[in-house]
């Protein structure tokens, strides 16, 4: 199967450390890339490859992988990371996830 | 600085056809694919199909293929999204992507700033 499960939403409290996590088949073989989204905006990549950030993305932004699951971490959450969060592994996107900042 | 731009709202009606475009600057436009991406209302990011602007080859999702067409014309630095026949379902905001593949995978490296198609009678 090509498809990738995600979280519908999580919520982290300002400056504690938060994970998003993708499922799938594809991953036990392609890296995912990972792209927040704020409202109204196009998304963005934050995470590609093995743990790689685009020039720009906060260092507090970093990307794991094991077996059948990526992760995207938030280490110090801060109010302007809220946003979904979807990855994308071989052109196929998860389901996003809704992270709110409390 | 690399850029996409895309082209402005479209309202239509069911069965008219359509044609949305985006033109990448900053970068070698015939060195990367260009990627579309449907967001439908409310929802989520779908991967609907690529195109490779050197020669025009195309790849298109199995949900996509056969509804849309993808194109471009490497002389203007433009690819197209096209529909022969709307349909109200078709009402979303459509992104485009260059797709970039490396040994760290595939991933979308920049997105132009989409363009809504609303579809009413």
């Known amino acids: 199967s090509s498809e990738l499960t995600q979280d519908p939403a999580v919520s982290v409290a300002l400056g504690q450390t938060v994970r998003i996590t993708c499922q799938g088949d594809?991953?036990?073989?392609?890296?995912a890339s990972w792209y927040q989204q704020k409202p109204g905006q196009a998304p963005v990549l934050v995470i590609y490859?093995?743990?790689n950030r685009p020039s720009g993305i906060p260092d507090r932004f970093s990307g794991s992988s094991s077996g059948n699951t990526a992760s995207l971490t938030i280490t110090g959450a801060q109010a302007e990371d809220e946003a979904d969060y979807y990855c994308?592994?071989?052109?196929?996107f998860g389901t996003g996830t809704k992270v709110t900042v409390l | 600085e690399v850029q996409l731009v895309q082209s402005g709202a479209e309202v239509k009606k069911p069965g008219e056809s359509l044609r949305i475009s985006c033109k990448g600057s900053?970068?070698?436009?015939?060195?990367?694919?260009i990627s579309w991406v449907r967001q439908m209302p409310g929802k989520g990011l779908e991967w609907m199909g690529r195109?490779?602007?050197?020669?025009?080859?195309?790849n298109y999702s199995p949900s996509f293929q056969g509804h849309v067409t993808i194109s471009a014309d490497k002389s203007i630095s433009t690819a197209y999204l096209q529909w022969s026949s709307l349909k109200a379902s078709d009402t979303a905001m459509y992104y485009c992507?260059?797709?970039?593949?490396?040994?760290?995978?595939?991933?979308?490296?920049?997105w132009g700033q989409g363009t809504l198609v609303t579809v009413s009678s």
């Open positions: 994308n592994s071989r052109y196929v």
């Open positions: 594809s991953l036990r073989s392609y890296y």
């Open positions: 992507a260059r797709s970039t593949v490396t040994t760290e995978g595939y991933y979308f490296d920049y």
């Open positions: 195109i490779d602007p050197s020669d025009s080859y195309t």
């Open positions: 900053g970068y070698s436009f015939t060195s990367y694919w």
């Open positions: 490859g093995k743990n």
